[in-house]
């Protein structure tokens, strides 16, 4: 009887010391409301407090208008997060409770928003925000670039046709708008890839504007910086090929080609002919041979190609006599040429050099013209 006594004093005093340990604990409130998107109190939501420092939870419930309060909460630093239907609908964190009568207010407050956004989701919905105005902003620079890429090439256009009516001061003027025009774009588009430097297109129509102005070691760079972050488009190739032939470097031309032609193998046909071209330019006709008959591998429907395969055949062409000895070859480049394109730009002229070498003028129809 007397151990039991013993037994019921310690225990008594256990409980004792137990209750001064936990009443001695600083201790503070929490309160609030939680309302949905539409204003109204949301009942049976659940607020769950958990500590930083030792991740002791506390669970509170929404009542009919939407409040909820603690009696005493040990002070710290929380993390609150209002739940609803097992969803987490919002979050504050490191909330601090502090000792004393004034209660620590937290609200939830969705009125005319959307529920269910954490804070890192906001953070996402923010940047998505700011990265759309962003894009917003460059697509329009990016259009007015192109307008005034397009007024320069057609000042560009006038002031050709003047120089061939002779009309020079007409031209001047008209060259001298189509250079102003080219240095606005670029002009717009620097400021664009300020703002972002890592759209692949901006580079690209910098470049053209650029290589439009002449300022072809301008333009390799740009052209550059877009095949660095997009390497896979034919266009950038071809176009830094276009720059690097006009600034005299063609085996970095012919590199760029034979890229372009890789990176979009459905368009190697132009690229190759774009190469022949620069070969028949610079008078390297057995390169510009080559080139022409890679676009026509490619595409054996390129009417263009065979006609200047022709001319650059016709070229390497010998005398025998008073009479012209053409390479073999020359004639059927000619006449495919006529075949796939009667009425094009070059049949008069196809027509012409055929008769230069005493070549027959075939019709689709297989049959033969006499000269």
Known sequence: MKTRSKLVIWLALLFAIGAVQLWGQPTGTVKGFAKDSSGKPMEGATVQLVDVDNGRKFDLKTNAKGEYQSIAITAGTYDITL????????????????????PRVVNFDFTGKQAGVTEEQKK????????????????????????????AKDD????????????????????????????EAITVLQQATQVDPNQDVIWFTLGDAQRGAKKYTDAVESYQKAIAIKSTVGAYHNNLADAYAKSGQTDKAVQEYAAAAAAEPANAATYYFNEGAIFTNTGKMDEAIAAFDKAIQADPTKAAAYYWKGVNLLGKATTKGDKMVAP???????????????????ADAAKQLLASIGAPVETTFGKTKKK
């Not at 020079?168 to 240095?183: I, P, Y």
């Not at 073999?328 to 075949?339: D, I, P, R, V």
């Open 83 to 102: 739940i609803k239907d097992g969803k987490v609908l919002d979050k504050v964190s490191k909330v601090p409770i502090m000792p004393g009568d004034e």
């Open 124 to 151: 996402q919905m923010e940047a998505a925000k700011t990265q759309n105005e962003k894009i917003k902003s460059l697509n329009a620079s990016l259009a007015q670039a192109k307008q005034l890429e397009a007024t």
């Open 156 to 183: 560009e256009t006038k002031a050709g046709q003047l120089k061939a009516a002779g009309k020079q001061d007409d031209a001047q003027a008209k060259q001298l708008e189509a250079d102003k025009s080219w240095n």
């Open 328 to 346: 073999e070859g020359t004639s059927q480049a000619f006449n495919k040429y006529l075949e796939l394109d009667p009425n094009g730009q070059y």
